[in-house]
């Protein structure tokens, strides 16, 4: 039938244009177009789905478009009016939604299998759970990395002893039912399917839990490539090549963004998972505090040293997000670069909450991203800096990582900004880093520290720079 | 058991397993060399494509009977979610790259 091979058609483009898509998103230049090619290829394989030929299917299109209406609005309106600083909020609820958009088709498949009316062999239940389980562990797990990056959820009440033994009892009973499931056919019935999608909603949660702060990169990434992964499965459950391609793509984008969050870190995913950070941090934090004495600079004296330096090397972190100064820092930027200096940005890359995050608040400030430099750019240009400003960014700042193998950041690379003339510090308080790790570079001779909220910092530093 | 050799012993399935096998590759190769300024925008923009899934709900709406509603509505709860996830998804990366655009232009 000829439109039927119409509709396959239009899935080959969708599937082709996913790939080159991706492929152009990983470049800077093309990006742009890469995206607008895979929202093409996205919209011609939905119109295929709507066209294609179903036998005797009742259709029901006002349900279809319906929904359809209100998910385009709903989505539309909130990427319109969301905050660059919320980016990682926001990537984390739409990755949810499309966890939860797999565990729903899991249980529409599963509803009429144990009703009788369709059949399943033990292959396709083994696809239809685990597109259940990892949707499942994805939804509630990006529910929870909102929750936690939006500051509604705080770290140490979502989590308790023994917390990682429980997850790992959790996750075996979960898979323990699982097998049941595939193995036993109808018997084990409705009940024991829906306690099984209570436990991998439970696991999600739960294996989120204790990850926190600084991990968040890693998580994000994680929970991106369960998503796709959860997309797959459901495309095999479908018999549907664009789910599949379109899902496993993202898996493997997810996995990639994942590996290099952990080499940034020099820890391993488990390390990561398991939580290293929480436990260890008590006895890595005792040290160092004690009797040595913080310089704290004021205002003028800061708007001075930049003022009259050679090179300026902004380190932005999540605290920059925090108080949305990327647009005053700019201005400072602009005022300095205007009397000759030299301004330039180190971001490391696990800098903020999610792979890239500074990246993107610096280019909505305007920031050009030649200025950007990345770890070993920085590292390199650090020596010969003036002054070094560290806008809310600490762990990635710590000399610990370099020289006390007690630290629980030991060999994490870092930003070497004490090997910079001067180093100003902006700070709400003396407070630990997300991490929980003492930080040493506050005590070095060459730093200070400048208190307050970063914007109005920064703010009353542009005014004296102005004043100048 | 029965089922799981059925399942890898029809030729459509298997087919589908080479894809699945090609395409983790394919992934893999298309995507492994982004720098960081790309990170966000390829991970929202990566996230957009697996609102895929939202084709799945479309077809569990139209093979649903019209007065079967327990299965109109999971499948309209999937579309609109999906619908969230891929709408808001591409639209999130697009307003992102708009930003790194400009850039490009003042740098030249």
Known sequence: MAFTFYINLAYLIGAIAFVWGLRQLSSPDTARRGNILAALGMSVAIIATMLMPLSSAPNNYAWIFGSMALGGVIGLVSARRVQMTAMPQMVSIFNGLGGATAVVLAIGELLPYYSGATALNSGERLIVLLALLIGGVAFTGSMLAFGKLQGLVNDSKVTFRGHNIFNLVLLAATIIMGGWLVMGGTTPGLIIALVFTALTLVYGFSFVAPIGGADMPVVISLLNSFTGLSAAAAGLVYNNKIMLVGGILVGASGTILTVLMCEAMNRSLTNVLIGGFGTSAAAGGAKGSGDQVVKEVGITDAAIQLFYSGSVMVVPGYGLAVAQAQKVAKELDDLLSANGVEVRYAIHPVAGRMPGHMNVLLAEADVPYPKLLDLEEANAALPSTDVVVVVGANDVVNPAAQDDPSSPIYGMPVLEVWKAKNVIIMKRSMRTGYAGIQNPLFFHERSSMLFGDAKDSIGKLVQEVKNM | ?108
């Not at chain 2, 720098?35 to 939202?54: D, E």
């Open chain 2, 1 to 108: 058991m029965e089922g799981l050799y059925q399942y890898f012993s029809q030729e459509s399935n298997l087919l589908l397993i080479y894809l699945l096998l090609f395409t983790i590759i394919l992934g893999f190769e298309v995507i492994s060399k982004v720098p960081t300024v790309l990170h966000t925008p390829l991970m929202s923009g990566a996230n957009a494509i697996s609102g895929v899934v939202i084709m799945g709900a479309i077809l569990l709406i139209r093979q649903a009977q019209p007065d079967d509603y327990l299965t109109l509505s999971l499948g309209a709860l999937g579309v609109t979610l999906g619908m969230v996830n891929v709408v808001g998804g591409f639209a999130v990366t697009d307003r992102m790259l708009e930003m790194f655009k400009k850039k490009k232009k003042q740098k030249s």
